[in-house]
């Protein structure tokens, strides 16, 4: 599997990424060993996670994640094979949240110890912290890859604003800089990255590693209607906003495209993700290995002008006039 840049942080990822926060939620920790193992086997590398995961489980502190995967590492002995992703910032309990230099310093060596490894490969600030300097943040970042436990760092959630300005920040103090973002975007919920993110990433030369690349689940096209939304919490919870006429466009001309190309509507909707020139790797779970195996082809499927051009017309804000 042919392996992509991402941005300027000398880092080489396969075309998509494995989403951590299944780990320890959805999937056991022997399935969670099993995806790992058969993710490499396919090609790929790249693998994303967050200290905060799985938080927001009943009974779970967070790091349940980062635990797994680290397990996986030390049993499997696959370290060097993986190019390891994970987030500080979201709140930990206790106060234990944001980027001021002290908390980066402490969350770090939290999410090294249940990584179970010497180096993350790619630090990403979960959230932006408006209440500490971009200085202070940046230099915690820089002393954090001198000293070999980072490789590079990312940012996930942040506005056009506030990355131009800590690349800016960076650039002035001769700080490290945000080599990747992590922006929301799929066929759906286009409108916010292509309009201020997205030129600001080419302009400046970040990789882009976008989350919620299938929409929770509604571009697979398991959800069409009010009562398959209604057979699962993250249906109930999350779905219900695709449920429209735009939604159901979106889907329809999923499922031509499936057809002519002999995929899964999920595939092209990955694919169509994939060969837009700004983005790196989507970042894409799989709670079995059935669905792990659609992902291999989704991250080779090459979808021709005509399909990706219907695509964008579908999943335009309003409706494409003939």
């Known amino acids: 599997m042919q392996l992509k840049p991402l941005g300027r942080s000398g880092l080489q990822v396969s075309p998509l990424a494995f989403g951590g926060n299944v ?37 779970h502190a967070g790091g349940e994640s980062e635990s797994i995967i680290g397990k996986w590492l030390r049993a499997s002995g696959k370290r060097d094979r993986v190019v390891l992703a994970t987030k500080v910032g979201k709140p930990m309990g206790e106060g234990r949240q944001g980027l001021s230099a002290r908390y980066i310093r402490e969350a770090v060596e939290a999410s090294l ?41 990312g940012a996930s959630n942040y506005t056009a604003p506030r990355l131009a300005e800590a690349l800016d920040v960076a650039e002035r103090l001769g700080l490290p800089r945000y080599e990747s973002l992590q922006p929301l975007y799929n066929l759906y919920d286009r409108a916010a990255y292509e309009a201020t993110l997205e030129p600001l990433c080419v ?18 096209g398991k959800y069409r209607s ?11 919870n999350t779905i219900a906003k695709y449920l429209n006429p735009r939604g159901l466009r979106i889907l329809a001309a999923l499922d031509e495209a499936a057809q002519a190309h002999g995929a899964t ?58």
Do not use: C, M
């Open 265 to 322: 509507p999920g595939q092209v909707a990955l694919a169509w993700q994939i060969a837009r020139p700004s983005v790196t790797a989507p970042i894409a779970s799989a709670t079995s290995l059935e669905q792990l195996a659609e992902l291999r082809t989704a991250a080779t499927l090459k979808l021709d002008a005509g399909t990706l051009a219907r695509l964008d017309a579908a999943s335009a804000e309003a409706p494409a006039k003939t």
């Open 23 to 59: 780990f320890g939620w959805t999937v056991d920790e022997a399935t969670s060993f099993r995806l790992l193992d058969a993710w490499l086997d396919a090609g790929f590398n790249f693998i994303d996670t967050a200290d905060v995961y799985s938080s927001w489980v009943p009974g």
């Open 203 to 220: 302009q400046r030369g970040l990789g882009v590693i976008n989350f919620y690349a299938l929409a929770a689940g509604f571009l697979t």
């Open 113 to 153: 110890k249940r990584l179970q490894t010497d180096r993350i490969d790619l630090y990403q600030s979960h959230d932006d912290d408006a209440g500490t300097p971009l200085e202070e943040s940046l230099g915690a970042f820089a002393d954090l890859i001198q000293a070999g436990k980072v490789r590079a760092i």
């Open 226 to 236: 009010e009562a398959d939304a209604s057979k699962s919490a993250r249906g109930k």
